[in-house]
């Protein structure tokens, strides 16, 4: 899992990275997909998602998206236990919103985790994403401050 580098700020002051992540910006306002589909789309939208209190969404998309890439069983295994112990189990600390069949039907499979484990929940989780985060987030200060900054370039 990746962490926000100290060094990137949302007021765009610092920024770690080699080449301007928010020349993308207005782009972002085209598809939650365009937001998902670059590092710094993700960390704005991680950081309007923790003011809602649903960064466990993003989190859970990202980690499944590492999870997908996982070419060893035991480390498949692994990772699929603790996304299923950090997201989905009833007790999970970032518990996502997902229905109960689709929570019992992980939980029947984690024992045999496949790349495929977590691909409905996640499907679920981006369709609330797009559906209700990011409008919102399109209408933050964040992603306004974003916007206005690019703009003032």
């Known amino acids: 899992m990746w962490k926000i580098p ?15 992540p928010l020349g993308d910006v207005e782009a972002w306002g085209e598809s939650v997909d365009k ?5 710094a789309g993700q960390i704005a939208f991680r950081e309007f998602l923790k003011s809602e209190y649903s960064e466990e969404n993003i989190l859970f998309w990202l980690a499944c998206e590492e999870y ?3 070419k060893t069983a ?3 295994i692994s990772s699929a236990n603790r996304i299923y112990s950090e997201f989905v189990d009833s007790e999970a600390p970032r518990q996502i919103n997902i229905d109960c069949g689709t929570r019992e039907n992980i939980t029947k499979n984690i024992s045999q985790p496949t790349l ?6 996640q499907k679920l989780i981006y369709s609330l994403m797009a ?5 919102r987030f399109l209408k933050s200060d964040i ?10 370039r």
Request: net charge positive; proline share 6%; with cysteine.
């Open 143 to 152: 992603y306004q401050g974003l916007l206005r900054r690019n703009d003032s």
């Open 68 to 70: 997908k890439k996982i």
């Open 35 to 39: 937001v998902l589909g670059c590092k």
């Open 6 to 20: 100290k060094s990137f700020s949302l007021t765009g002051r610092l920024c770690c990275f080699p080449k301007d």
């Open 74 to 76: 035991p480390e498949m």
């Open 131 to 135: 559906r209700d985060c990011y409008p």
């Open 116 to 121: 495929t484990s977590f691909d409905t929940a």
